[in-house]
Protein backbone atom coordinates (compact mmCIF):
# COMPACT_ATOMS: atom_id res chain seq x y z
CA UNK A 1 0.00 0.00 0.00
CA UNK A 2 2.72 2.77 0.61
CA UNK A 3 4.29 2.13 -2.35
CA UNK A 4 1.15 2.31 -4.54
CA UNK A 5 0.61 5.55 -2.29
CA UNK A 6 3.59 7.12 -3.41
CA UNK A 7 3.55 6.26 -6.93
CA UNK A 8 0.58 8.37 -6.88
CA UNK A 9 1.86 11.09 -5.30
CA UNK A 10 4.40 11.04 -7.68
CA UNK A 11 2.12 10.88 -10.60
CA UNK A 12 0.01 13.91 -8.72
CA UNK A 13 3.47 15.79 -8.38
CA UNK A 14 4.64 15.92 -11.50
CA UNK A 15 0.98 16.72 -12.82
CA UNK A 16 0.86 19.67 -10.87
CA UNK A 17 4.27 20.91 -11.20
CA UNK A 18 5.74 23.46 -13.66
CA UNK A 19 8.60 22.82 -15.61
CA UNK A 20 10.73 25.70 -14.62
CA UNK A 21 13.01 27.92 -16.59
CA UNK A 22 16.28 29.07 -15.43
CA UNK A 23 15.30 32.30 -13.62
CA UNK A 24 16.96 35.45 -15.87
CA UNK A 25 16.52 39.17 -16.09
CA UNK A 26 15.56 41.15 -18.97
CA UNK A 27 17.11 39.37 -22.40
CA UNK A 28 20.92 41.03 -22.36
CA UNK A 29 21.82 41.14 -26.03
CA UNK A 30 24.84 42.99 -25.38
CA UNK A 31 27.60 41.54 -28.26
CA UNK A 32 30.73 43.09 -26.60
CA UNK A 33 29.88 40.46 -24.01
CA UNK A 34 32.29 38.45 -25.08
CA UNK A 35 33.02 35.33 -22.55
CA UNK A 36 37.16 34.51 -21.58
CA UNK A 37 39.15 32.67 -24.26
CA UNK A 38 39.08 29.62 -22.93
CA UNK A 39 40.72 27.52 -25.39
CA UNK A 40 43.73 29.72 -25.32
CA UNK A 41 44.13 30.09 -21.57
CA UNK A 42 47.20 28.19 -20.27
CA UNK A 43 46.36 25.03 -18.23
CA UNK A 44 46.99 25.73 -14.70
CA UNK A 45 49.00 22.81 -12.87
CA UNK A 46 46.92 20.10 -11.26
CA UNK A 47 46.77 20.69 -7.49
CA UNK A 48 47.83 17.67 -5.42
CA UNK A 49 44.27 16.45 -3.66
CA UNK A 50 45.60 15.87 0.17
CA UNK A 51 41.41 14.91 1.80
CA UNK A 52 42.08 11.49 2.95
CA UNK A 53 39.42 8.29 2.49
CA UNK A 54 36.79 7.94 4.93
CA UNK A 55 34.51 5.31 5.05
CA UNK A 56 31.49 7.05 6.85
CA UNK A 57 31.00 8.32 3.22
CA UNK A 58 30.64 4.80 1.85
CA UNK A 59 27.98 3.62 4.54
CA UNK A 60 26.21 7.05 4.24
CA UNK A 61 25.62 6.78 0.74
CA UNK A 62 24.90 3.28 0.79
CA UNK A 63 22.37 4.01 3.63
CA UNK A 64 21.09 6.80 1.14
CA UNK A 65 20.54 4.84 -2.14
CA UNK A 66 18.59 1.97 -0.32
CA UNK A 67 21.27 -0.49 -0.44
CA UNK A 68 22.10 -3.03 2.66
CA UNK A 69 24.88 -2.36 5.22
CA UNK A 70 28.34 -3.69 4.15
CA UNK A 71 29.89 -5.02 7.31
CA UNK A 72 30.96 -3.33 9.27
CA UNK A 73 28.91 -0.38 8.56
CA UNK A 74 29.73 2.93 11.02
CA UNK A 75 25.84 3.40 10.49
CA UNK A 76 24.60 0.38 12.13
CA UNK A 77 22.40 1.82 14.95
CA UNK A 78 19.99 3.46 11.84
CA UNK A 79 20.95 0.73 9.35
CA UNK A 80 18.26 -1.35 10.41
CA UNK A 81 15.42 1.34 11.83
CA UNK A 82 11.95 0.66 9.90
CA UNK A 83 12.43 4.10 8.59
CA UNK A 84 15.49 2.81 6.41
CA UNK A 85 13.37 -0.69 5.43
CA UNK A 86 10.98 1.54 4.19
CA UNK A 87 13.23 3.88 2.34
CA UNK A 88 15.43 0.74 1.08
CA UNK A 89 12.08 -1.04 -0.80
CA UNK A 90 10.98 2.28 -2.14
CA UNK A 91 14.22 3.48 -3.67
CA UNK A 92 14.59 -1.01 -4.85
CA UNK A 93 11.05 -0.26 -6.95
CA UNK A 94 11.94 2.95 -8.32
CA UNK A 95 15.32 1.82 -9.15
CA UNK A 96 13.84 -1.16 -10.87
CA UNK A 97 11.55 1.16 -13.15
CA UNK A 98 14.34 3.56 -13.56
CA UNK A 99 16.63 0.94 -15.25
CA UNK A 100 13.96 -0.73 -16.81
CA UNK A 101 12.35 2.62 -18.58
CA UNK A 102 15.53 3.55 -19.46
CA UNK A 103 19.17 2.99 -17.93
CA UNK A 104 19.48 -0.29 -19.45
CA UNK A 105 18.52 0.68 -22.96
CA UNK A 106 20.60 3.78 -23.14
CA UNK A 107 24.16 1.76 -22.09
CA UNK A 108 23.24 -0.59 -24.79
CA UNK A 109 22.45 2.29 -27.22
CA UNK A 110 26.25 4.45 -26.09
CA UNK A 111 27.82 1.15 -26.13
CA UNK A 112 26.74 0.28 -29.70
CA UNK A 113 27.01 4.02 -31.44
CA UNK A 114 30.02 5.62 -29.53
CA UNK A 115 31.93 2.82 -28.16
CA UNK A 116 35.66 4.34 -28.01
CA UNK A 117 33.39 7.61 -25.52
CA UNK A 118 31.47 5.01 -23.84
CA UNK A 119 34.47 2.69 -22.80
CA UNK A 120 36.83 6.44 -22.75
CA UNK A 121 38.42 7.73 -19.66
CA UNK A 122 38.57 11.45 -20.78
CA UNK A 123 36.48 13.89 -18.58
CA UNK A 124 33.08 14.96 -19.04
CA UNK A 125 30.66 18.09 -19.19
CA UNK A 126 27.24 17.61 -18.12
CA UNK A 127 26.08 21.76 -18.04
CA UNK A 128 22.46 22.17 -16.69
CA UNK A 129 22.69 18.90 -14.90
CA UNK A 130 21.23 19.33 -11.54
CA UNK A 131 21.94 16.37 -9.71
CA UNK A 132 21.34 14.00 -13.10
CA UNK A 133 24.59 11.88 -12.22
CA UNK A 134 22.58 8.43 -13.20
CA UNK A 135 22.39 9.40 -17.11
CA UNK A 136 26.05 10.87 -17.17
CA UNK A 137 27.16 8.12 -14.95
CA UNK A 138 25.41 5.32 -17.45
CA UNK A 139 26.71 7.20 -21.06
CA UNK A 140 30.17 7.20 -19.67
CA UNK A 141 30.71 4.41 -16.68
CA UNK A 142 34.60 5.15 -17.13
CA UNK A 143 35.31 8.92 -16.93
CA UNK A 144 38.12 10.13 -15.04
CA UNK A 145 36.12 13.04 -14.09
CA UNK A 146 32.67 14.43 -14.11
CA UNK A 147 31.54 18.03 -13.93
CA UNK A 148 28.07 18.89 -13.15
CA UNK A 149 26.28 22.53 -12.66
CA UNK A 150 23.60 23.90 -12.27
CA UNK A 151 21.38 26.56 -10.08
CA UNK A 152 20.22 23.73 -7.30
CA UNK A 153 21.82 24.56 -4.16
CA UNK A 154 24.83 22.23 -3.48
CA UNK A 155 23.76 21.87 0.31
CA UNK A 156 24.75 19.78 3.19
CA UNK A 157 24.17 16.66 4.88
CA UNK A 158 24.51 16.55 9.21
CA UNK A 159 25.42 12.70 10.11
CA UNK A 160 21.74 11.50 10.22
CA UNK A 161 22.99 9.33 13.38
CA UNK A 162 22.53 12.23 15.81
CA UNK A 163 18.91 12.78 14.49
CA UNK A 164 15.68 11.20 15.55
CA UNK A 165 13.66 8.47 14.01
CA UNK A 166 11.19 10.87 12.63
CA UNK A 167 13.41 13.44 10.97
CA UNK A 168 15.52 10.67 9.65
CA UNK A 169 11.59 9.40 8.45
CA UNK A 170 11.22 12.95 7.31
CA UNK A 171 14.27 13.24 5.33
CA UNK A 172 14.51 10.25 3.84
CA UNK A 173 10.61 11.24 2.41
CA UNK A 174 11.66 14.25 0.90
CA UNK A 175 14.71 12.59 -0.61
CA UNK A 176 12.32 9.99 -2.33
CA UNK A 177 10.40 13.26 -3.74
CA UNK A 178 13.31 15.17 -4.50
CA UNK A 179 14.51 12.27 -6.74
CA UNK A 180 10.55 11.39 -8.36
CA UNK A 181 10.83 13.67 -11.68
CA UNK A 182 14.33 11.90 -12.53
CA UNK A 183 13.09 8.42 -11.71
CA UNK A 184 9.76 8.55 -13.57
CA UNK A 185 10.82 11.54 -16.43
CA UNK A 186 14.41 11.66 -17.20
CA UNK A 187 15.02 15.19 -15.62
CA UNK A 188 15.03 17.47 -13.09
CA UNK A 189 12.79 20.39 -12.51
CA UNK A 190 14.52 23.68 -10.94
CA UNK A 191 11.67 24.74 -9.28
CA UNK A 192 10.66 21.74 -7.87
CA UNK A 193 14.95 21.64 -6.65
CA UNK A 194 14.17 24.80 -5.20
CA UNK A 195 11.84 23.04 -2.69
CA UNK A 196 12.68 19.60 -1.65
CA UNK A 197 16.39 20.64 -1.72
CA UNK A 198 15.96 22.60 0.87
CA UNK A 199 12.71 21.93 3.08
CA UNK A 200 14.40 19.76 5.59
CA UNK A 201 17.82 19.11 7.01
CA UNK A 202 19.56 17.11 4.68
CA UNK A 203 19.73 20.11 1.56
CA UNK A 204 21.06 20.48 -1.84
CA UNK A 205 22.50 18.24 -4.72
CA UNK A 206 24.95 16.38 -2.56
CA UNK A 207 22.36 13.69 -1.02
CA UNK A 208 21.26 12.78 -4.51
CA UNK A 209 24.24 13.22 -5.50
CA UNK A 210 25.77 10.39 -2.82
CA UNK A 211 22.71 7.82 -3.37
CA UNK A 212 23.16 7.84 -7.01
CA UNK A 213 26.88 7.14 -7.10
CA UNK A 214 26.19 4.47 -5.08
CA UNK A 215 23.63 2.96 -6.69
CA UNK A 216 25.21 3.13 -9.97
CA UNK A 217 27.77 0.22 -8.74
CA UNK A 218 30.35 2.80 -7.34
CA UNK A 219 32.24 2.88 -3.69
CA UNK A 220 32.46 6.51 -2.33
CA UNK A 221 35.61 7.29 -1.17
CA UNK A 222 35.68 10.62 0.23
CA UNK A 223 32.70 13.91 -0.25
CA UNK A 224 33.89 17.22 0.49
CA UNK A 225 33.19 21.01 -0.37
CA UNK A 226 35.68 22.45 -3.14
CA UNK A 227 35.80 26.03 -4.03
CA UNK A 228 38.00 27.39 -7.31
CA UNK A 229 40.65 29.52 -7.42
CA UNK A 230 41.12 32.35 -9.75
CA UNK A 231 43.35 29.83 -11.74
CA UNK A 232 41.04 27.45 -12.22
CA UNK A 233 42.26 24.77 -9.57
CA UNK A 234 40.01 23.54 -7.31
CA UNK A 235 40.91 23.79 -3.02
CA UNK A 236 39.13 21.86 -0.31
CA UNK A 237 36.52 24.74 1.41
CA UNK A 238 35.26 24.76 5.05
CA UNK A 239 31.59 25.23 5.95
CA UNK A 240 32.05 29.30 6.07
CA UNK A 241 31.98 30.00 2.46
CA UNK A 242 28.19 30.86 1.35
CA UNK A 243 26.63 28.68 -0.89
CA UNK A 244 25.39 31.33 -2.69
CA UNK A 245 25.03 30.31 -6.77
CA UNK A 246 24.86 34.55 -8.20
CA UNK A 247 28.50 35.51 -6.22
CA UNK A 248 31.82 35.28 -7.87
CA UNK A 249 32.77 32.88 -6.14
CA UNK A 250 32.23 29.32 -7.08
CA UNK A 251 32.33 26.50 -4.50
CA UNK A 252 30.21 23.18 -4.60
CA UNK A 253 31.07 19.57 -3.89
CA UNK A 254 33.76 17.23 -4.65
CA UNK A 255 33.33 13.44 -4.77
CA UNK A 256 35.58 10.78 -4.79
CA UNK A 257 34.62 7.23 -5.79
CA UNK A 258 35.61 4.00 -7.64
CA UNK A 259 33.42 0.79 -9.42
CA UNK A 260 32.24 -1.35 -6.77
CA UNK A 261 33.32 -4.43 -8.66
CA UNK A 262 35.87 -6.02 -6.49
CA UNK A 263 38.57 -5.35 -8.69
CA UNK A 264 41.24 -2.43 -8.22
CA UNK A 265 39.01 0.10 -10.36
CA UNK A 266 40.69 3.59 -11.02
CA UNK A 267 40.03 6.59 -9.32
CA UNK A 268 37.19 8.78 -10.11
CA UNK A 269 36.02 12.08 -9.50
CA UNK A 270 32.33 14.06 -9.37
CA UNK A 271 32.81 17.78 -8.91
CA UNK A 272 29.10 19.79 -8.68
CA UNK A 273 28.73 23.85 -8.52
CA UNK A 274 26.11 25.57 -8.02
CA UNK A 275 26.47 28.52 -10.18
CA UNK A 276 24.27 31.09 -12.15
CA UNK A 277 25.92 31.35 -15.56
CA UNK A 278 23.46 33.95 -16.99
CA UNK A 279 25.97 36.81 -18.87
CA UNK A 280 26.04 39.06 -15.93
CA UNK A 281 27.14 36.21 -13.32
CA UNK A 282 28.89 34.10 -15.92
CA UNK A 283 31.19 36.93 -16.20
CA UNK A 284 31.94 37.42 -12.47
CA UNK A 285 32.99 33.61 -11.72
CA UNK A 286 36.57 33.08 -10.33
CA UNK A 287 38.50 30.54 -12.52
CA UNK A 288 35.25 28.89 -13.70
CA UNK A 289 36.31 28.85 -17.53
CA UNK A 290 40.22 27.88 -16.65
CA UNK A 291 38.55 24.87 -15.23
CA UNK A 292 37.27 23.59 -18.02
CA UNK A 293 39.76 24.90 -20.44
CA UNK A 294 42.12 22.61 -18.07
CA UNK A 295 39.96 19.60 -18.83
CA UNK A 296 39.51 20.49 -22.27
CA UNK A 297 38.77 18.33 -24.72
CA UNK A 298 35.97 17.50 -22.96
CA UNK A 299 32.57 15.06 -23.68
CA UNK A 300 29.63 16.88 -22.96
CA UNK A 301 26.26 16.37 -22.47
CA UNK A 302 23.02 18.55 -22.50
CA UNK A 303 19.35 17.18 -21.93
CA UNK A 304 16.41 19.30 -20.81
CA UNK A 305 18.06 22.60 -20.77
CA UNK A 306 15.28 24.69 -20.83
CA UNK A 307 16.30 26.10 -24.39
CA UNK A 308 18.27 28.48 -22.29
CA UNK A 309 21.44 28.17 -24.73
CA UNK A 310 19.21 29.65 -27.89
CA UNK A 311 18.93 32.86 -25.71
CA UNK A 312 21.56 35.45 -25.96
CA UNK A 313 21.85 36.40 -22.27
CA UNK A 314 23.29 32.64 -21.99
CA UNK A 315 25.57 33.63 -24.89
CA UNK A 316 28.79 33.14 -23.10
CA UNK A 317 28.27 29.63 -21.65
CA UNK A 318 27.45 28.53 -25.09
CA UNK A 319 30.79 29.84 -26.39
CA UNK A 320 32.63 27.73 -23.88
CA UNK A 321 30.73 24.84 -24.02
CA UNK A 322 31.12 25.07 -27.77
CA UNK A 323 34.88 25.80 -27.45
CA UNK A 324 36.11 23.12 -24.62
CA UNK A 325 33.78 19.92 -26.56
CA UNK A 326 34.61 18.29 -29.30
CA UNK A 327 32.06 15.72 -28.59
CA UNK A 328 28.98 17.37 -27.84
CA UNK A 329 25.21 14.96 -26.78
CA UNK A 330 22.51 16.78 -26.82
CA UNK A 331 18.32 17.05 -27.29
CA UNK A 332 16.66 19.89 -28.99
CA UNK A 333 16.94 21.66 -25.27
CA UNK A 334 20.34 22.65 -26.03
CA UNK A 335 21.70 24.80 -28.54
CA UNK A 336 19.79 25.10 -31.55
CA UNK A 337 21.06 23.62 -35.10
CA UNK A 338 22.11 26.53 -36.30
CA UNK A 339 24.33 27.52 -33.58
CA UNK A 340 26.66 24.30 -35.24
CA UNK A 341 28.76 25.40 -37.87
CA UNK A 342 29.21 22.54 -40.56
CA UNK A 343 32.79 23.47 -41.19
CA UNK A 344 33.38 22.92 -37.64
CA UNK A 345 30.97 19.77 -36.61
CA UNK A 346 30.23 16.86 -38.14
CA UNK A 347 26.17 15.75 -36.55
CA UNK A 348 23.72 12.59 -36.65
CA UNK A 349 20.93 12.81 -35.91
CA UNK A 350 19.09 10.90 -33.72
CA UNK A 351 14.96 9.77 -32.93
CA UNK A 352 12.27 11.79 -33.93
CA UNK A 353 11.53 15.77 -33.81
CA UNK A 354 8.10 17.53 -34.43
CA UNK A 355 8.12 20.37 -31.96
CA UNK A 356 8.99 21.15 -28.19
CA UNK A 357 6.35 20.81 -25.16
CA UNK A 358 3.71 23.20 -24.90
CA UNK A 359 5.60 25.02 -22.52
CA UNK A 360 8.74 25.70 -25.23
CA UNK A 361 6.30 26.24 -28.18
CA UNK A 362 7.83 29.44 -29.27
CA UNK A 363 11.30 27.09 -29.66
CA UNK A 364 10.07 25.26 -32.70
CA UNK A 365 13.01 25.11 -35.06
CA UNK A 366 11.48 24.37 -38.44
CA UNK A 367 15.31 24.10 -39.81
CA UNK A 368 15.62 21.00 -37.79
CA UNK A 369 12.32 19.54 -38.34
CA UNK A 370 12.99 19.64 -41.90
CA UNK A 371 16.31 17.68 -41.31
CA UNK A 372 14.43 15.13 -39.76
CA UNK A 373 12.01 14.92 -43.05
CA UNK A 374 14.33 14.64 -45.53
CA UNK A 375 17.56 13.20 -44.36
CA UNK A 376 17.55 9.31 -44.47
CA UNK A 377 20.38 8.83 -42.55
CA UNK A 378 18.40 9.60 -38.83
CA UNK A 379 19.07 6.67 -36.56
CA UNK A 380 16.81 4.86 -34.04
CA UNK A 381 16.64 5.81 -30.52
CA UNK A 382 15.70 3.00 -28.90
CA UNK A 383 13.70 4.67 -25.52
CA UNK A 384 12.58 8.09 -24.45
CA UNK A 385 14.65 10.90 -22.84
CA UNK A 386 14.67 14.58 -22.19
CA UNK A 387 11.23 16.42 -22.15
CA UNK A 388 9.58 14.49 -25.03
CA UNK A 389 10.56 11.19 -23.16
CA UNK A 390 7.90 9.06 -25.00
CA UNK A 391 9.96 6.41 -27.08
CA UNK A 392 9.87 6.95 -30.62
CA UNK A 393 8.86 10.78 -29.94
CA UNK A 394 12.34 11.72 -28.83
CA UNK A 395 15.88 13.00 -30.43
CA UNK A 396 19.24 13.36 -29.41
CA UNK A 397 22.02 15.07 -31.73
CA UNK A 398 25.67 13.87 -31.47
CA UNK A 399 28.26 16.51 -32.43
CA UNK A 400 31.75 15.79 -33.35
CA UNK A 401 34.13 18.46 -33.53
CA UNK A 402 35.86 17.79 -37.38
CA UNK A 403 39.98 17.80 -37.33
CA UNK A 404 41.21 20.53 -39.01
CA UNK A 405 44.85 19.92 -40.68
CA UNK A 406 47.31 22.71 -39.57
CA UNK A 407 48.49 25.16 -42.39
CA UNK A 408 51.63 24.87 -43.05
Not at 51 to 65: C, Q, S
Not at 332 to 349: H, I, K, N
Not at 385 to 394: N, Q
Request: with cysteine.
Amino acid sequence: MKLVLLAGLVLLLAACRPVPLYPVAAADTDSTDAAPDSAAAAKPATQPDTVRNDRYWNDLARYLAGLPPLPGSVLDSIDRAPETAGHRQVFDQLWLRKRRDLLDSLSAWAGAEFPDEYHGSRPVFYPFSGADFVTIHTLFPVAASYTLFGLEPEGKLPDPRTQGADRRAANLLNLQYSMDDLMAFSFFKTNDMRGDFTRFEWKGTLPLLLAFCARCGNEVLNAYRIRLLPDGTAEPAGDTLPQDPNDAVVTGWRIKFRADDGSDAPLQTLDYFSVNVYNPFFAQLQGFSDYFAAKAPLRTYIKSASYLLYKDYFSQIGRLIQQVSDFLLQDDSGFPLRAFDPQTWQLTFYGAYERPIPLFANLYQPDLHRVYLTDTGIRRLPFGIGYVFIKGKSNLMLARKRTVAAAP
